[in-house]
């Protein structure tokens, strides 16, 4: 999965004060703020969660805005995403001690009794419960305790964009100052009610998941230990969920999952994902968030070769390594070379290809010639950016009790090599469409008028003049003037 893939997509809400967003709010509303770290499938549960709350008669308020309810959505793919989680859960406890702050995701899964020990948490919900987060709400009987629910993560369930019948849970309520609470898992697909993935701030573009939990136990990666093993969303649950988002006004798909290109439900892969998703009227784009190498179907090259295909041509393929000892040693399931064919295969086959990667810098016993190796490789592949975080070693993967670890300053000094050159990279990518018309999606416009959005192989076009009617879930043509930072500027042709 990308690691970062929230840079890679950002969700398309706008930025408000707190007052602001609460302007205007039914006071008789109880209200609910969420706080997501880390990669878009937690985006795209957070908005699962959201609507479960609006459901619920919550009146649903953007980040730090004053609310009776905060739920974080926790990350733990590295130890500055557990440190990002406790420095926020304090934050909130600051702003509001009497608010309720629900703690839900991977670090809860991965460690809930450091978190039900920060002043203020009253619900620690793991990976596999956290979507009936609104049921064990409804279990808090007071601020001085602290419900954790954590039961094992179970192979055959799956805790996508479902939200569960209200039906009263059988739990087992323990008046402690930590409570756990062990339960029977419902099956995925016995008794979940569906229900979308969008909120009112979100009405462009949006994740449809389609998978969770990974099975490649790659060396470094927590995940599945935090996820889960992979399983797979049952194809009419999500193809319900696909035609309610269109209808809601949705413009793009973006098909999400931890390991998408491993889907498989019968006889259905991501390619009938994809096919079913480019017969839905009203839909403009599907975009695959992000995909391993390794896992790709090549008709996905076809397909976005083909102008009137949905699929938009963007592949961000993770690399981690450009050196085979390394790779070997991360337990990836390819070496520089296949990734490299395959890399100049997509590129060869899609025109304007836009193909993203993540890297890992630092790995225990990552030399200076391997290092070198994954720089020489990035610098020739056709790449147009790349992600780039540090190894962090987690517990409980074979990485953490490598001995030769790498210290902090040469993983910083190696990162800082890479961004510049994914800085360098991006912008030659950008270049080579300079001059073009290109359609964009247009998805923010913030109070001074600026608007911005995406073109289908990912650059992000900034409108270089003021436009006074709304343009937001419009695709239009606007003509690439001229770079900016990390974006381009566009005119409308008639401007
Ligand atoms: S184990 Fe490997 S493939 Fe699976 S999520 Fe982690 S990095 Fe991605």
């Given at each position: ?10 969700p ?15 006071p ?5 703020s ?43 793919v590295?130890e ?7 420095q926020?859960?304090?934050?909130l406890h ?11 995701g991977?670090?809860?899964q ?13 619900l ?7 979507m009936?987060?609104t049921?064990y ?11 954790i ?9 799956f ?6 019948h ?8 323990l008046?402690?100052?930590?409570k756990?609470i062990?339960r ?7 008794t979940?009610?569906?229900?979308g ?8 573009r ?7 939990g ?11 230990f935090?996820?889960?093993?992979s399983?797979y969303?049952?194809f009419?649950n999500?193809?319900?969920e ?5 209808q809601?006004?949705?413009?793009e798909?973006v098909?999400t999952g ?8 019968g ?6 994902v ?9 839909l ?10 390794t896992?790709v179907p ?13 699929l938009?041509p ?10 085979d000892i ?10 520089a070379?296949?990734?490299t ?20 810098v630092?790995?225990?016993?990552e ?8 720089l ?6 056709p790449?147009a950016?790349f992600?780039?975080f540090?190894?962090?070693a ?19 000094q ?12 991006r912008r030659v ?15 923010s ?11 289908d192989?990912?650059i992000?076009?900034?409108l270089?003049e ?6 937001r879930n419009?695709?239009?043509p ?7 930072g990390q974006?381009i500027?566009g005119k409308?042709?008639?401007?």
């Open positions: 999965m990308s690691l970062l893939s929230e840079t890679a997509l950002p398309d809400s706008e930025t408000f004060t707190a007052d602001e967003l609460n302007e205007g709010q039914e008789a509303k109880k209200r609910v969420f706080h997501t770290l880390g990669c878009r499938l937690n985006q795209s549960e957070t908005g699962v969660l959201a609507r479960s709350f609006e459901q619920q008669g919550y009146a649903v308020v953007p980040d730090y805005a004053r609310a009776e309810v905060y739920v974080l959505n926790t990350c733990t590295t500055h995403s557990d440190a990002k989680n406790r926020i859960i304090r934050k600051r702003q509001n001690p009497e608010a309720i702050i629900a703690v839900v991977c670090y809860a991965i460690d809930p009794e450091a978190i039900a020990k920060i002043e203020g948490v009253s620690v919900i793991g990976s596999e419960e956290k009936r987060i049921d709400l409804a279990q808090i009987d007071s601020q001085n305790t602290v419900l629910v954590r039961p094992k993560i179970n192979k055959t369930t805790t996508a964009a479902v939200i569960p209200s039906s009263a849970l059988s739990t087992q309520k008046r402690k100052q930590t756990t062990e029977d898992v419902v099956p995925a697909n016995s979940l009610q569906f229900s993935t969008t909120t009112s701030h979100q009405s462009t949006t994740s449809l998941k389609i998978q969770d990974c099975d490649f136990m790659c060396a470094f990666c927590i995940i599945p935090a996820r889960g093993r399983r969303r049952e009419s999500l193809q319900e696909a035609r309610m988002l269109v809601e006004g949705i413009r798909i098909i931890v390991n998408v290109g491993t889907y498989k439900t006889k259905r892969t991501l390619v009938d994809v096919d079913f998703l480019n017969t839905l009227p009203g403009s784009r599907i975009r695959i968030s992000s995909i391993e190498p896992t090549e008709l996905l090259f076809q397909y976005m070769s083909d102008a009137q295909h949905k938009v963007f592949f961000h393929l993770p690399l981690q390594s450009g050196s390394i790779l070997q040693k991360m337990k990836r399931r390819y070496s070379a296949e990734y064919d395959e890399i100049w295969r997509a590129f060869e086959s899609v025109p304007d290809l836009c193909i993203g990667t993540d890297v890992m630092g790995f225990p016993e030399s200076e010639t391997e290092f070198k190796s994954t020489k490789l990035l610098k020739k592949l790449l950016y992600h780039v540090p190894f962090s987690r517990n409980g993967t074979p990485a953490f009790k490598m001995k030769e670890q790498v210290p902090p300053t040469v993983k910083q190696r990162g800082e090599k890479l961004r510049l050159l994914s800085t360098k990279k990518f950008h270049q080579k469409f300079l001059g073009q018309s290109r359609e964009v999606l247009w998805e416009m913030k109070p001074d008028g600026t608007i911005s959005g995406y073109t192989n990912y992000r076009v900034v270089n003021l436009y006074n009617s709304d343009l419009q695709l239009l606007v003509r690439l003037k001229e770079l900016k974006t500027l409308f042709e008639s401007g």
